[in-house]
């Protein structure tokens, strides 16, 4: 009897008795072989993403060059603290999110870039999604393109990495679904018009020519989730933050790609 | 402000064929769609491109609704004489921008 029901759960059930199980370790559940979303596009985006004039993807970075490079009267521009070109920033993006020392936060590169211009620069937070918050975020994660994907999951970062990861294995909105089960379950089959892929976030901020525009990880986790009919959690909520960091702890090498190009 | 980017060379051969290529920051708004209110979304679009070679129309082109945003263009164009190139798009309202490129032939 015991032994129809184990049987059962393992057939009609795996991603389910997955969550009951004792298994909480959150790095060890990336799909395999690991694949970018850019594997999935077709010749003609992955053209336009890797044709660094075309890809329009750095309208966006070139601004956020000419952001870093602000100075004001009593406010120091980025490049102040950072060194001009963003030098000292290189490869940094791989490693995002982070828990900030300071108040001990997790912070994505938005909220860090927002936590400079408050505490560093004196200045008023950018607003999420906004042009300009996006172009600097893109210029930041820019400076890491080609870099392997290496975030902390350990120490004061494991219970947002374990928060991120409840996120993504939950059922949630009128289609009952999980990100788990389109993005490891059914990566590589069909979904209308798209090839779903392992939903990786190592091209954000990216240019979506859906979008007709760069947008965030959280824009793009936004659509995921209206897409299964599910409320979408705010910009910059907490949960995202940690969800982000949860799939960079999927990711783990990837390479970073922003601005990246998708469809 | 508009955001501009172009690729053209700084130096050719006399008579060579030279790749330009411009890409413009611009939303190119239909006035076909709607907001989440059903208001229509007005019009915004560019309606016209020009490269100019010193001063001299070479390459132009029309902009229409379903000119998808941030356009991009590659054209080409015979180097003859060392000068400027400009690339100019016009709004539909009237307003212009506009960046320059010297090229140096010989």
């Known amino acids: 009897m015991i032994r129809t029901v184990v049987v059962g759960c393992w057939l009609a059930l795996t991603a389910a008795c997955g969550e009951a199980g004792p298994a909480r370790d959150v790095s060890s559940m990336a799909p395999s072989p690991l694949k970018s979303g850019y594997e999935f596009l077709t010749p003609e985006t992955q053209a336009l993403q890797t044709d ?16 870093f490079a602000d ?22 993006a791989a490693h995002y999110p982070a828990v900030d020392e300071t108040s001990g936060r997790l912070l994505n590169l938005e909220g860090r870039i927002n936590t400079c211009r408050e505490r560093h620069q004196k200045r008023d937070r950018l607003d999420y ?9 893109a ?11 290496a975030a902390s999951v350990g120490g004061p970062a494991a219970k947002y990495a374990e928060r991120g ?11 009952n679904i999980s990100c788990n089960q389109c993005h490891n379950d059914y990566w590589g089959q069909k979904l209308r018009g798209d090839t779903i892929s392992q939903g990786h976030g190592n091209g954000f901020p990216a240019y979506r020519l859906e979008w007709q525009s760069i947008g965030s990880l959280h824009r793009r986790f936004r659509d995921c989730d209206a897409g299964v009919r599910a409320e979408p959690l705010e910009y910059g909520s907490d949960t995202y933050v940690a969800l982000e960091l949860y799939l960079a702890s999927r990711a783990e090498g990837l390479l970073i ?7 | 402000m508009a955001r501009i980017r172009i690729a053209a060379p700084d130096t050719a051969e006399p008579g060579e064929i030279i790749e330009l290529k411009a890409l413009i ?7 076909f769609r709607r907001g989440s209110r059903g208001e229509v979304i007005p019009r915004d679009i560019i309606t016209t491109f020009e490269c100019l070679y010193d001063g001299e129309v070479v390459f132009e082109a029309e902009f229409f609704p379903a000119v998808s945003a941030n356009p991009f263009l590659t054209f080409h164009t015979k180097a003859t004489q060392t000068g400027t190139l400009e690339f100019r ?3 539909q309202d009237g307003e212009i921008w506009s960046q320059t490129h010297a090229l140096t032939v010989g």
């Open chain 1, 165 to 175: 990861r409840d996120y993504f294995y939950t059922r949630r909105g009128q289609f």
């Open chain 1, 129 to 137: 999604e906004s042009d300009d918050l996006l172009a600097l975020t």
């Open chain 2, 25 to 31: 920051q611009h939303p190119m708004e239909s006035g």
């Open chain 2, 89 to 91: 798009w016009t709004h």
């Open chain 1, 139 to 149: 210029y930041v994660a820019g400076l890491s393109r080609g870099a392997p994907i």
């Open chain 1, 257 to 263: 790609e922003t601005p990246a190009v998708r469809r």
């Open chain 1, 71 to 92: 100075a004001r009267e009593g406010s120091p521009a980025c490049a102040s603290c950072h060194e001009a070109n963003g030098e000292a920033l290189q490869g940094v």
């Open chain 1, 52 to 67: 660094a004039f075309a890809n329009p993807g750095f309208l966006w970075v070139d601004r956020g060059a000419v952001l």
